[in-house]
């Protein structure tokens, strides 16, 4: 049985393993030297076979994994590092693939790329361990995107939905909320049998607190692992830290179970890429980065898809994160991505500053395949609304120059401001579905348009509340919920008359 990394976490351990499968007999072992050390990467020479993703032991405790590969040289980034490190260590094939646990244990904790705890408690109990470097699943495999994953954010669900097995790329600046989008997503995932991965590359060890202190509160770790690699590790263990995640979600998948994974994000780990790439000397290319930073996201991205039925029908959904800088949405890593992914959801300062939030552009965001996931009677509901809605931006622009409109444009725009009203959803509260399907039928059937937008609030509320105690569901007949909108608005309507007369 090989040896992996999960069982070398002390000396007694490695060695009780050594002991185990050892054997009397002849062996020819390769024995590297280490040349060099420095800012995570080690140079090696005499091992002659070594191939990339290699994973070798030095006999000081540290590992590495192979990176480059010369004439005469190996570069190495290490995984762990010992203090004892020097040149002249020596330098053994590990002869095995890098693994990572995985499986049902791991939910509810947070762990390295390398699956050691991280979180103070024991060792998880695990019932596999997947190989962190794996192939995409052949397209023989795979099916359709068919069922749709719902965030709980109104915006997305009706005008950019997502399905199980879609890559859907968050883009925009820094601080605009593409990650309370992704948490927001995972929170809502409570009651849908969803595993979900949360992978943080480089972050700062405060924003890894908060993200875990939010799962927490919400609810959202008991059915989460956590991967992180904060900004203060390694950065071979920064530039592993996707792939692992992806590797745990993956199992899951092949078990025929949905998963959605978190990439946060990857422009650190593009740069971390480019921070390895260039200390071991590889040829540069456009922003420094190396020639290969695509099909390095490209074959994490693939890896995502919904399998057929013939092989367990299970499906892994990613939301990728990337950083633009001012509003840059045509940087290098940006257009690699989206030219990858399924579809984008763009974030812009403007509607942040404005108050709109989420500040999601409509007009560059879009969603390629998630329509076809889409339950047919919210897609029925959201129909065109749209390209309504960028009809009524173009319109928005021209009152702004003093221009006299029509009466049927005058309606299209308070009618447009009314939607934009309703698409305001606060941070940490996804809208079930059934509750999104009450406000389109409300919002179709007209009962906003002589609304007042400070009551529009209330109204949804109202909505919310209702739906989520009705025996109505997305299947049953339009005229049902039309009738129960109805009710549920002319009653609370009732009951406020009442209370405004009965005030003093």
Known sequence: ???????????LTQQAAWLKDYRAGLRIEERGIVLSVGDGIARITGLPSAAMDDILTL???????VFDLTDDQVGAVLLHETKSLTAGTPVHHARHPLSVPVGDGLLSRVIDPLGIPLDGKALPTVSAWQRINSFSPPITSRDFVHSPLYTGIKIIDTLIP????????LIGDEGLGRSALALDTLINQRDKNVRCVYVLIGQRRSTVLNTIDILREYGA??????????????????HLAPFSGCAIA???M?????????YDDLSTHAKIYRELSLLLRRPPGREAYPGDIFSIHARLLERTTCLSPAHGGGTMTAL????????????????NLISITDGQIYLERDLFTGGFRPAIDIARSVSRIGGQAQHPRIKEEAG????????????????RFGARLEASMEAAIQRGLTLREILKQEQFSPLHEVSQLAWLVAFNDGHFNNTERKKIRSLLDILEHQAQNTSLTLDSPRDKWSHAVTDWLLSATTVQGNAEENSP
């Open 1 to 11: 049985m090989p040896v992996n990394e999960y069982e070398l976490s002390s000396p």
């Open 59 to 65: 006999e000081d405790g540290s590992r590495a994994m």
């Open 162 to 169: 997502i399905g199980k097995g879609q890559r859907q790329l």
């Open 221 to 238: 770790l008991e059915y989460t692992t956590v991967v992180v690699a904060e900004a203060s590790s390694l950065p071979g263990l920064q």
């Open 250 to 252: 993956e199992y899951w």
């Open 254 to 262: 092949q078990q025929g179970l949905d998963t959605l994974v978190v």
């Open 320 to 335: 990728p994160i990337v950083e633009t800088q001012q509003g840059e949405i045509a940087g290098y890593i940006p257009t």
């Open 384 to 399: 065109s609304m749209k390209l309504n809605y960028l009809q009524f931006l173009e319109l928005e622009s021209f009152t």
